[in-house]
């Protein structure tokens, strides 16, 4: 006996009604995942930050060290299983993975460095964007908790927020790159903004972070992504240092 939609008059079997629905509680529900990893990631630190101080009586950028510090490690044992099995599959197809990772970095450095080489020489001649001079400020006061916050806890959380949880929201293999760079991008030109044009920041970092989203879409694996982010954000760190 044929069953039909209650809605479109359709039959079940050929009704899309089911399918619109479930793709919009993903989105829903990715969108309300996202925004509560976010936030936080925004707030969570800061209380622990704050009750240290009270406690301790440590500088602030220690204490927020330390904050960011707790939080990431309760991250990291939330998301065991999805570390462990990223870390296990990683190695397993180390060669295909390392490659993969190599090829849809480069597209997005190379992205990166022209679009602020454009911006740097016809936009904003002799000027750096707001988020490096900010790091550089960061990095000459505070080289060592600098490098372990740049090179190995930022890649874990911004990749858990930008990449893992945007996901959950769409998994297009379009439409999922290129909200992830937008999301990815727009915080980092944000960082100490002076003027809107400075937006156009979010190009660049938008790239890196749509090549990233490209390599999860590819691999399916998180840890390819965070080992990519960390060698990334340790050359970067590199680069500021010998400057300096």
């Known amino acids: 006996m044929k069953k039909f939609c209650g809605k479109c008059g359709n039959e079940l079997e050929s009704c899309s009604c089911n399918n619109n629905e479930n793709k919009i509680k993903r989105v829903f529900n990715g969108i309300g995942y996202a925004i509560i990893l976010f936030l936080s990631y925004v707030f969570i630190p800061s209380f622990i930050a704050l009750f240290v101080q009270y406690i301790f009586h440590f500088n602030e950028t220690l204490c927020s060290f330390i904050g960011n510090f707790i939080y990431i490690i309760a991250v990291v044992i939330y998301y065991r299983d999805l570390?462990?099995?990223?870390?296990?599959?990683?190695?397993?197809?180390?060669?295909?993975?390392?490659?993969?990772?190599?090829?849809?970095w480069g597209i997005g450095l190379g992205i990166m460095i022209v679009t602020n080489l454009l911006l740097n020489?016809?936009?904003?001649p002799g000027q750096i964007a707001n988020n490096e001079e900010v790091n550089r400020q960061f990095l000459e006061m505070?080289?060592?908790?600098?490098?372990?916050?740049?090179?190995?806890?930022?890649?874990?959380?911004?990749?858990?927020?930008?990449?893992?949880?945007?996901?959950?929201?769409?998994?297009?293999?379009?439409?999922?790159?290129?909200?992830?760079?937008?999301?990815?991008?727009?915080?980092?030109?944000l960082t100490g903004i002076t003027t809107p044009l400075e937006l156009l920041y979010t190009i660049p970092y938008g790239a890196l972070g749509w090549a990233f989203a490209s390599l999860y879409n590819?691999?399916?694996?998180?840890?390819?992504?965070?080992?990519?982010?960390?060698?990334?954000?340790f050359m970067v760190y590199m680069i500021i240092i010998l400057v300096l």
Do not use: C
């Open 83 to 104: 570390f462990i099995n990223g870390i296990k599959d990683y190695f397993k197809k180390f060669t295909s993975n390392l490659g993969t990772s190599f090829k849809y």
């Open 142 to 189: 505070n080289k060592i908790i600098g490098f372990i916050q740049i090179v190995f806890m930022a890649p874990v959380i911004e990749e858990l927020i930008f990449r893992y949880s945007i996901r959950k929201i769409t998994n297009d293999k379009v439409w999922y790159p290129l909200l992830s760079g937008f999301v990815f991008g727009l915080p980092h030109a």
């Open 121 to 124: 020489y016809f936009v904003f």
């Open 218 to 233: 590819k691999t399916d694996n998180i840890i390819t992504n965070i080992s990519m982010h960390i060698l990334h954000n």
